[in-house]
C-alpha cells in the first residue's frame, strides 16, 4: 500500500508521534479551538494504534501560551525580512572573511527530514562546510559508527517483527519500557503468546524493563563489550560459528577471534561484577537460542567506547550467521523521533546525504553534480563536543542552532553555554520563547511545531512517516525548511532553494537517493522521486529501500555488504572503562537517562499537568551503601558534583542502582529548575571513532545539601521562587506546582508567599496555621475568593499529599481542608500517580487489592483501567501488587 487517506471522514489526520524512535501513527482530531483530541492509528504498522503516555498527552501540549511567535533581535520583535537578511549578511561575512570552515548549524533529530535535507544541502553544498551536527550525535552517533565499520553503511538490518518472533532478545543498555513504551508492550505481548521466549536484560540498573526479563545482568557501568567478547569466545568453543556464512560473506574474524578469546567466564566475571554462574546462564542462553535479537540503546552508545560495544554485539551475530532472517539480528534502537531520517540526508558532520561517504571522491562529486552547487565540503566537520569547543576557541564566527537546547543537553553544559556566547553571531530556531540556549541567541527564528508543519520521519525499524498538519502555524512562525530556503537565498543560493512545499524537498531528496542506488548504497527511495503532491498528502508508511524492484523488511540475508569487498568486517575489541577516573574526591559513576512520562529538555511534556504527576522534579538514585557514607536520606536534598559542575537533586534511596553508582534524569532545565541541568556535572569525554560523548560514565560526589527549610506550593501563576535556594516547578491543573528549599528561612512568611505567587506587598487574604517551635507552617492567599496560591513549610521535607494539594487550584472555590494538606474522609487521596494515562494513584491501587482481593496486574487494570493504555506503569502495578502480598505473608 502506497497510500491511504490523511482525512478521516471524522476530521482526524493522520500523523506521527514527536517523541521517541518508535515512529507511532497518530489520530489527531483538531476541536476548532486551537486544540486536538488524540488517539493511536490502528492502521500503522509501528503501533497498530497503542500510544504511550506522553503520546495520549500530546493534546495537552497545543497551547500558545509560551510560544515564540514573532522574529527576535536582540530580545526585540522584529518581522522577518530583518531577522533573515541579517542571519545571512553575518554568514555571508564570516565566510568571506574567515573560510566556510568559520560558520556552523547545530540541528536536531527533532527536525522533519524535509528541514534537516535543506540544512544539509545550504552547508555542505552551498557554503562548502560540513559543520554541520546534530543533537543525534549525543544518541546514535556510536550505533552508526558500528554499522558503517561493519557493514559499510549506516544500515539497521532489522524490524520489529523480529522482536516479536525471535526465542531470545537481548535488551543491552536499554529501558525499553520507560523509553520506548510502545515496543516493550508488543515485546511483553509476543512473550505472553509464546511461553518458551526468552528475555534477557544487560543494565546496571534494575530498571521497569529488568521485570520482563528472565535473566537480568546488572553489570558494572561500561563492561558490556567484555560480556560479549566472552560471548564471541563462547560461540567459537561451542563450534557455534557458522562457517560457511562466515567464509563467503565476512573478514577479519580470526582477529576478533584472537581478542575475545582473552575473555573467559572468570576474567569476565571480575570485570563485569557479575556472578560466574550468571555469565556462564547467558553464554548458555545466546549460543543455545538460534533465533536472537540482541538490541541496544543509549547504555551501549553514550560511552566512550560506544562504536566498540556495538561492534562486539555484532561480530556476535556475523559469526553465528543469525543476521537478515526472522527473529535474529543486531538492532539498536534510535532515541528521537527522526535522527534516522537525519542520518539518511547527512546530518551528521561525516556523513554526506542519501548514505553516501563523505571521504569518498566519486561520492562527493556525484552529489555536486546532482546539486549543481558552487561547492563541496572535502572532509568531514566539526562532530558536537568539538563543535562548541571550537566555538569557545573563537574558531566559529556564526552558529545556527535549530529545534535543540544543548544548553542542557551537552556534557560540560555550563562550559557549552559559555561557548555560545563566545561566538559573535548566534541565531537560534527554536517554538518557546524562553529555553536555556534561546536566551542566549542574537536571532530567534519562531519555527512551526508539531501539528502545525508537515513532512516526513523515519523511525528504528527504517520506516518513513508523514507527519501531518492539523494546526495552522501562529502568529509569523514558519517551518524550518522554509527558515533555512529563505536564509539561503539571500545569501545568494535563491535558484537552489526554491523550493514551494515540503513536498518538492522530498521529492528531490528521493532523486538523490536514485543516484545513491546507482552508486550500490542502501538508502534508495527512488520509487518515491516522482511523486506527486497529492500522493505525498497521502502517502501511507513504508520501510525503504523502496524501489521499482520493491522494498524488503531486512537486510543482509543475502549476504551481500556494502564495503569495498562486499564482505561484513568483524571488528577486534579491547574493552576499556569509562573515562573518567574514579578517586577518592570523585567516588561515584554517574548515570543519566531518562524518565518514563517526559521527553528531553521539557519544552513539550513541561506543558502538560498530566505528565507531571508522576515525576515532577529532578531526583537522585542511590543505593543505601552509598547515601549512607554520603550522608544523605530519603528526600533530603544532594549535592551532586564533579570538577566541570554541579547539580542539585531529591534524593531517592533505592537498591534499583547498584553500589557505587548514582542515577539522575536529564530533563531539567534552568526554566523549571534552581540546579537541575546534570549535564552540567558531566565531562566531555567522547568515543574516538563516532564523537559520541559518554553521558553514563562522569565521576561525581554526593553530599547533602544542608537546608533549613523545605516546602511545597501551589500557585495559580508561574511562581517566582527567587527567595529559594532551591525550586522546581511542574505544571497542575490551573496553576503550578513547586518543590522549594532554602539555608535561611524567611523572617516573614506571607511576604515571602506574595512574592512567590505573584502578589503585590499586601495584597490578598491570609489563611495560616503555624507551629514555630516545629518550624511547621502552612498558609494560604486568596484573592477576591480565589486561591491565588498555598505553601507548606516545615524544617524537614514535606509531607502533604500533593496531587490532592494541586488539584485544588482548578476548583471554583477551595475546600476547608486546604491547609490540612490531605483529603477529609469524604475525599480519598489517590496518592502519587502510578498511572499517567488515568491519573490512578498508589493509593487508589493499594485499597482496590485490599478491598476487592484483586491479585494480578490484569485485574487491577480491569477495575481501575492502570496499565491498560500505554503499559508502561505495569510494573510499577506489579512490584506493589509484590509488596501487598509480602505484607500479608508476613502478618500472616
Not at 558500528?146 to 553503511?153: D, E, L, P, S, V
Not at 494480578?856 to 503499559?871: E, P, R, Y
Request: charged letters at 20%; one cysteine or more; hydrophobic letters at 45%.
Amino acid at each position: 500500500m502506497t497510500e491511504m487517506a490523511s482525512d478521516l471522514s471524522d476530521g482526524a489526520v493522520r500523523t506521527a508521534c514527536p517523541y521517541c524512535g518508535v515512529g507511532c501513527g497518530v489520530l489527531a482530531t483538531p476541536d476548532g479551538r486551537g486544540g486536538a483530541a488524540i488517539a493511536g492509528d490502528p492502521a500503522h504498522p509501528a503501533n497498530f494504534g497503542r500510544l504511550c503516555s506522553k503520546g495520549s498527552a500530546l493534546g495537552e501540549t497545543l497551547s500558545l501560551d509560551d510560544r515564540l511567535l514573532t522574529p527576535r533581535i536582540g530580545g526585540r520583535e522584529a518581522g522577518w525580512d530583518e531577522a533573515l537578511e541579517l542571519t545571512a549578511t553575518k554568514f555571508r561575512e564570516a565566510v568571506a572573511e574567515h573560510g566556510p570552515d568559520s560558520v556552523a548549524l547545530y540541528v536536531s533529530g527533532q527536525l522533519l527530514t524535509e528541514d534537516y535535507y535543506v540544512a544539509n544541502k545550504l552547508m555542505k553544498g552551498f557554503i562548502g562546510s560540513a559543520n554541520i551536527d546534530t543533537n543525534s550525535r549525543l544518541c546514535m552517533a556510536s550505533a552508526v559508527a558500528a554499522y558503517r565499520r561493519a557493514f559499510g553503511t549506516d544500515t539497521v538490518p532489522t524490524c520489529y517483527e523480529d522482536l516479536e518472533q525471535a526465542d531470545l532478545v537481548v535488551l543491552v543498555g536499554s529501558n525499553l519500557a520507560w523509553c520506548h513504551p510502545v515496543i516493550h508492550q508488543r515485546l511483553a505481548a509476543a512473550k505472553a503468546a509464546r511461553p518458551g521466549m526468552r528475555v534477557a536484560t544487560l543494565d546496571p540498573r534494575r530498571t521497569a524493563t529488568s521485570d520482563l526479563a528472565d535473566l537480568h545482568l546488572a553489570l558494572k557501568p561500561g563492561s558490556d563489550a567484555a560480556l560479549f567478547n566472552a560471548l564471541l569466545a563462547r560461540i567459537e568453543a561451542e563450534g557455534a560459528i557458522d562457517c560457511e556464512y562466515a567464509a563467503a560473506h565476512t573478514e577479519g574474524l580470526p582477529a576478533a577471534l584472537r581478542a575475545a578469546r582473552d575473555w573467559t567466564p572468570e576474567r569476565t566475571a571480575e570485570a563485569t561484577g557479575l556472578p560466574l554462574a550468571e555469565v556462564e546462564a547467558f553464554l548458555r542462553l545466546w549460543v543455545r537460542r538460534e533465533k536472537v535479537v540482541t538490541l541496544w540503546s543509549q547504555g551501549v552508545n553514550q560511552s566512550s567506547s560506544g562504536a566498540d560495544k556495538g561492534n562486539a554485539i555484532i561480530n556476535c551475530h556475523l559469526a553465528t550467521g543469525r543476521i537478515g532472517r526472522p527473529g535474529m539480528g543486531p538492532f539498536s534502537m534510535t532515541g528521537q523521533p527522526n535522527a534516522m531520517g537525519g542520518r539518511e540526508v547527512g546530518g551528521l558532520a561525516n556523513m554526506l546525504a542519501a548514505h553516501l561517504d563523505l571521504e569518498e571522491p566519486a561520492h562527493r562529486a556525484a552529489v555536486q553534480g546532482f546539486w549543481a552547487s558552487p561547492a563541496m565540503a572535502e572532509r568531514p566537520g566539526l562532530k558536537a563536543v568539538d563543535l562548541f569547543r571550537a566555538c569557545a576557541e573563537g574558531r566559529i564566527k556564526a552558529l545556527w542552532i535549530m529545534s535543540t537546547n544543548p544548553v542542557v543537553s551537552m556534557p560540560d553544559a555550563d562550559a557549552v553555554r559559555a561557548a555560545i556566547r563566545a561566538v559573535p553571531f548566534v541565531a537560534v530556531s527554536e517554538v518557546i520563547a524562553s529555553t536555556d540556549t534561546g536566551r542566549e541567541a542574537d536571532v530567534l527564528f519562531p519555527a512551526a511545531a508539531w501539528g502545525e508543519k508537515t513532512g516526513t520521519v523515519t523511525n528504528s525499524e527504517r520506516r518513513i512517516t508523514r507527519q501531518r498538519a492539523f494546526l495552522p502555524a501562529p502568529g509569523l512562525a514558519r517551518p524550518d525548511w522554509k527558515i533555512v530556503c529563505d536564509v539561503a537565498a539571500r545569501m545568494g543560493f535563491a535558484e537552489a532553494f526554491a523550493f514551494e512545499s515540503a513536498a518538492e524537498v522530498f521529492r528531490e531528496h528521493a532523486a538523490l537517493s536514485a543516484l545513491a542506488g546507482e552508486l550500490g548504497r542502501d538508502f534508495d527511495i527512488s520509487a518515491r522521486a516522482g511523486i506527486t503532491d497529492d500522493a505525498y498528502d497521502a502517502m501511507a508508511p513504508f520501510q525503504w529501500p523502496a524501489t521499482a524492484q520493491g522494498g524488503k523488511a531486512r537486510f543482509f540475508a543475502d549476504g551481500r555488504f556494502y564495503t569495498p569487498s562486499g564482505r561484513a568486517r568483524f571488528v577486534a575489541v579491547t574493552p576499556r572503562a569509562p573515562a573518567s577516573r574514579l578517586s577518592e574526591a570523585f567516588p561515584l559513576r554517574f548515570n543519566t537517562g531518562r524518565v518514563r512520562d517526559h521527553w528531553h529538555t521539557l519544552t513539550r511534556t513541561g506543558k502538560s499537568a498530566r505528565l507531571s504527576q508522576h515525576i515532577a522534579e529532578p531526583y537522585l538514585e542511590i543505593h543505601p551503601a552509598d547515601a549512607r557514607r554520603a550522608g544523605v536520606g530519603p528526600a533530603d536534598l544532594a549535592r551532586v558534583s564533579s570538577p566541570q559542575g554541579e547539580a542539585l537533586l531529591r534524593v531517592l534511596v533505592t537498591r534499583r542502582t547498584p553500589e557505587g553508582a548514582v542515577f539522575a534524569p536529564m530533563h531539567w532545565t534552568e526554566e523549571l529548575s534552581s540546579a537541575g541541568r546534570v549535564d552540567a556535572v558531566v565531562r566531555a569525554e567522547v568515543d574516538p571513532v563516532s564523537g559520541q560523548p559518554e553521558l553514563k560514565g562522569a565521576a561525581v560526589r554526593v553530599e547533602k545539601f544542608a537546608a533549613a527549610w523545605h516546602a511545597f506550593a501551589i500557585s495559580a501563576a508561574r511562581p517566582d521562587c527567587s527567595g529559594a535556594d532551591y525550586w522546581a516547578l511542574a505544571r497542575a491543573e490551573g496553576g503550578w506546582r513547586a518543590e522549594l528549599a532554602g539555608t535561611q528561612a524567611p523572617a516573614d512568611w506571607a511576604a515571602f508567599a506574595r512574592r512567590l505567587f505573584g502578589l503585590a506587598p499586601g495584597a490578598g487574604e491570609v489563611a495560616a496555621v503555624e507551629d514555630a517551635a516545629r518550624g511547621v507552617v502552612r498558609l494560604a492567599l486568596f484573592v477576591e475568593g480565589r486561591l491565588a496560591g498555598a505553601l507548606f513549610a516545615a524544617r524537614e521535607p514535606v509531607e502533604v499529599a500533593r496531587g490532592h494539594v494541586a488539584a485544588m487550584l482548578a476548583e471554583a472555590e477551595a475546600p476547608p481542608d486546604l491547609l490540612a494538606g490531605r483529603p477529609g474522609a469524604d475525599r480519598p487521596d489517590p496518592g502519587a500517580i502510578l498511572c499517567a494515562c488515568f491519573s490512578v494513584g498508589v493509593n487508589t491501587i493499594a485499597a482496590a487489592i485490599a478491598e476487592q482481593g484483586l491479585a494480578d496486574v490484569a485485574a487491577i487494570g480491569a477495575a481501575l483501567g492502570a496499565g491498560t493504555n500505554c503499559g508502561s506503569c505495569r510494573p510499577e502495578i506489579q512490584a506493589l501488587l509484590d509488596k501487598t502480598m509480602g505484607d500479608r505473608t508476613l502478618a500472616a
